[in-house]
């Protein structure tokens, strides 16, 4: 299989040829994707600017509802072909695809079709006289213009549609700009767009390339109002940097290292085992996973057991498994990284419960076994900065206070967990963690309708939810002069 570009309404090659796209788990060349060169940026620019200025789209809710809804039924029709990609070239365990993988995000294109044809897109503020002039003033929502969206390969179904939803939904055009490692997951959603949907030439554009300087492009370019970007804290500051020159709004959601807290009145093992399971997911390459895992100090060693035993018991295995929870790492790149800090590990004084490195086992594939590393503090740099692989660090904590000192001791902010089982005391610490989401005694935060996103470095804005919405708006004050009252 190849795929091409979705460019001004057509499907067209890259000018810079193709690049292969790997399957992570055995290491083959599935196929090849269309390689954009900086001409074809352009274009996708070029496109989604008309298709703002000379076009009705931003004004047109209803085509907009119809044309999102369009698209979540194309995607639930050939939802299985989606599935195979995305397991193939994500390495994303199928049992995951069920849910944040693909179907729910597929989903979540509903709930924006729903709140954009229900959304209150002005208010009236009623009469006033300013400076003595009759005046009705209206507050209008508009959409803010030429969207560049920037994605990473983790989770690219369900960061890709919490971009295109709202930022479309809300009336804008967009440029998306997907991660090098995961091209088929982006150009596939092009295809069908083109193929099975009603959207306006140029309204959605889909660039797929080898070349990290496209999505630099994007957050330069003057045509372009707004980037919404995912992935690393590192690329998130250079995006704010090169969106300034133009001061674009940025909307930014970025790393993690979130804590996991489990109280002194807890089930230890039940909330270590959870906590595991967390981490092991997708081999652990998801930002708001809960990667400290913050215990009381009498029961470490016990905690620290039962950890190593869940993680164990997971293991790893071929993400087709249904049975799978932690499948392998994307590139033999992020391998490395991860296989880097586990050396740190050990020379910062760590040492590994469980786990620790490559398989055995396992010649192809880029897997690492799910770790739990023991004996460091939160000073470590395996504790502070994101790994982002199945690794879960115990940490020892002195009581409530101490738990949220230390959760909260981290550049980031994205999201965290309590268990315990006096309410107050569990509430008092959820009060106090400086993150975007937190899990109470095993709550959900993720959803369609729900903000997501992180204080401190871990982001700017909120996506999903009416917030996530919102982000991609303008208000406009209007004010009309009431002649012959005064
Ligand atoms: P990355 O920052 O390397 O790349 C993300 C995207 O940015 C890719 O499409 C890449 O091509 C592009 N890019 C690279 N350099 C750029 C530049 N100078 N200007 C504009 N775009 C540029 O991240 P990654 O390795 O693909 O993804 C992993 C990271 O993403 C992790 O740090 C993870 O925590 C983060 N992430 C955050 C969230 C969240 O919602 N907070 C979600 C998923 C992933």
Not at 268 to 291: N, S
């Amino acid at each position: 299989m190849s795929t091409a570009l979705l460019i001004d309404g057509q499907l067209v090659p890259g000018r810079g040829g193709e690049f292969a796209t790997i399957n992570p788990a055995t290491e083959e060349t599935l196929g090849y994707a269309a390689d954009a060169d900086a001409d074809d940026m352009d274009r996708a620019i070029a496109a989604a600017r008309t298709a703002f200025d000379d076009t009705d789209w931003s004004r047109d809710t209803a085509l907009r509802v119809h044309c999102l809804r369009q698209l979540r039924d194309a995607l639930g029709d050939e939802i299985e072909h989606l599935r195979a990609i995305t397991v193939a070239e994500v390495g994303a365990p199928v049992s995951l695809t069920y849910g944040g993988h693909l179907q729910a995000p597929v989903d979540g294109l509903g709930y924006v079709a729903d709140l954009a044809e229900n959304y209150t897109w002005t208010t009236d503020l009623g009469e006033a006289a300013p400076f003595g002039k009759p005046t009705r003033r209206t507050v209008v929502r508009e959409p803010c213009g030429v969207v560049g969206a920037v994605t990473p390969w983790n989770f690219p179904h369900q960061i890709n549609f919490a971009k295109l939803g709202p930022a479309l939904a809300a009336g804008n055009t967009v440029v998306l700009k997907a991660a090098p490692d995961t091209p088929w997951c982006a150009a596939e959603v092009g295809r069908i767009i083109n193929e099975r949907t009603d959207f306006p030439a140029g309204v959605v554009n889909v660039v797929t390339s080898a070349d990290h300087a496209l999505g630099a492009q994007l957050t330069e370019d003057p045509r372009v109002d707004l980037v919404s970007f995912t992935g690393s804290t590192a690329t998130g500051r250079a995006v704010m940097v090169a969106a300034s020159h133009t001061i674009k709004k940025v909307f930014l959601e970025l790393g993690g290292k979130s804590a996991y807290i489990v109280l002194d009145d807890a089930d230890l093992p039940a909330a270590c085992t959870a906590a595991a399971a967390g981490v092991a997911m997708h081999a652990g390459q998801g930002c708001a996973f809960t990667t400290r895992l913050l215990v009381p100090r009498a029961r470490c060693d016990e905690a620290v057991a039962a950890a190593a035993t869940a993680m164990s018991s997971i293991g790893f295995g071929d993400p087709t498994d249904p049975k799978t929870l932690c499948g392998p790492l994307i590139s033999a790149r992020q391998r490395d990284r991860v296989e880097g800090y586990l050396r740190l590990a050990l020379e910062e004084g760590g040492r590994f419960a469980c786990g620790g490195g490559r398989p055995a086992d396992r010649a192809q594939g880029f897997f690492i076994e799910p770790t739990v590393i023991a004996g460091l503090t939160n000073d470590a740099r395996v504790a502070r900065e994101e790994i982002f692989g199945p690794v879960l660090t115990v940490i020892a904590h002195d009581g409530d206070a101490d738990a949220v000192r230390i959760a909260n001791d981290s550049p980031y902010g994205l999201s965290g967990a309590v268990v315990g089982t006096d309410q107050a005391r569990v509430d008092w610490v959820a009060s106090r963690l400086r993150t975007g989401t937190i899990n109470v005694n095993g709550g959900v935060w993720y959803s369609p309708d729900a903000p997501f996103g992180g204080y401190k470095q871990s982001g700017i804005g909120r996506e999903m939810g009416v917030a996530g919405f919102e982000e991609y708006l303008e208000t406009k004050l209007v004010a009309r002069g009431i002649s012959g009252t005064r």
